[in-house]
């Protein structure tokens, strides 16, 4: 059963930095790319960063580009998003998800975790 288990999320001041977690116990990283997700409320999900299992290149955002860093421990069958400069709009739900190909627009993922809250407010 391939599971994604998303952690790291909560309450933040603006500027601070969170790390998102996205463990993957039932299987192992080489079987899809991994990619990250947002939805703030009224809002359509989108997509953040994803890196990719063949040569671990890395896609952003243009929101995210410069403060966002996406990584993938293998051994830990985890992949990790470094959120930096946090901003307010940078409040959402931050879903992780096994997709393939790495694609921004979502349209290749097979699976999504159930999502952890980032909160970024004074």
């Known amino acids: 059963q391939v599971r994604l288990v998303e952690s790291g999320g909560g309450l933040v001041q603006p500027g601070r930095s969170l790390r998102l977690s996205c463990a993957v116990p039932g299987f192992t990283l080489d079987y899809y790319d991994i990619g990250w997700f947002r939805q703030a409320p009224g809002k359509e999900r989108e997509g953040v960063s994803c890196?990719?299992?063949?040569?671990?290149?890395?896609y952003y955002s243009d929101s995210v580009k410069g403060r966002f860093t996406i990584s993938r421990d293998k051994a830990n069958k985890t992949v990790y998003l470094q959120m930096n400069s946090l901003k307010s709009e940078d409040t959402a739900i931050y879903y992780c998800?096994?997709?393939?190909?790495?694609?921004?627009?979502?349209?290749?993922?097979?699976?999504w975790g159930q999502g952890t809250q980032v909160t970024v407010s004074s």
């Open positions: 890196i990719s299992r063949s040569d671990d290149n890395t």
């Open positions: 998800a096994a997709e393939d190909p790495c694609d921004l627009r979502h349209e290749w993922v097979s699976y």
